[in-house]
């Protein structure tokens, strides 16, 4: 069966401080594994988008890294404004978008 | 470029009632899929429209159905509403190829009451 977990779901940092958040999936004929972060009544923002492994995308504080069982977003040096739910999404062979359950990111000054 | 449009943007319904939801894609995006996010079960898939045809289907009764119309806008409908199915429900649009990033709009969000 396809599943994403995400880990931890909930991570506390302080400004500065830098931490990776983790993605692992199961996934038969994966077609792209999908970044989001998610503010509080808000839909999800796309971040990255990334189709084999190895492949890595940065974006300002953000790198999404890419292996074939699992993905890790690392944030360096986050601020607080970068508090957040980040979501990690898989699409399957059956062209189906399986979601995390998201890791709840809160950046402390 | 405007990006995804739902609406409404929040309703409150009665046990039993209908209600549709509508979702307008990005210019030039022919995808439309719609999912349900509550706090239990995180963003659950309900399906995917291509080009008028649904494409893909998620494990929901049958009373959460959708369709979409010649210019890409897409609506969803769940009929005979139960307080379970409070929740935010997002629509994603994409190109509709098979790798496609897709891109949320703000969600309507729906209490049954």
């Known amino acids: 069966e396809d599943q994403v977990t995400q880990s931890p779901e909930a991570l506390r940092l302080q400004e500065g401080e830098s931490s990776s958040l983790n993605c692992s999936y199961t996934v038969s004929g994966l077609r792209g594994l999908f970044w989001y972060r998610q503010d509080p009544g808000k839909g999800p923002e796309f971040l990255f988008t990334?189709?084999?492994a190895g492949e890595e995308k940065e974006k300002e504080r953000l790198k999404a890294t890419l292996t074939k069982k699992e993905s890790f977003l690392h944030i360096t040096a986050p601020k607080p404004e970068d508090s957040a739910t980040y979501l990690c999404a898989v699409r399957s062979g059956t062209y189906k978008y399986i979601f995390g359950t998201g890791t709840r990111l809160k950046v402390l000054a | 470029k405007a990006g995804v449009t739902q609406t409404p943007r929040y309703l409150i319904k009665t046990r039993g009632q209908q209600v549709t939801l509508s979702c307008s894609p990005i210019?030039?995006?022919?995808?439309v899929s719609w999912y349900q996010q509550t706090p239990g079960q995180g963003l659950q898939f309900l399906f995917e429209y291509f080009s008028e045809t649904q494409r893909n289907k998620g494990n929901f009764p049958g009373r959460f159905s959708g369709r979409q119309f010649s210019n890409s806008r897409s609506e969803m409908n769940v009929s005979t509403l139960e307080l379970g199915d409070s929740a935010l429900y997002l629509c994603?649009?994409?190109?509709?190829?098979?790798?496609?990033?897709?891109?949320f709009g703000e969600g309507s969000w729906l209490t049954v009451v």
């Open positions: 994603a649009s994409s190109v509709g190829q098979e790798s496609d990033t897709i891109y």
């Open positions: 210019s030039g995006h022919r995808s």
């Open positions: 990334l189709y084999s």
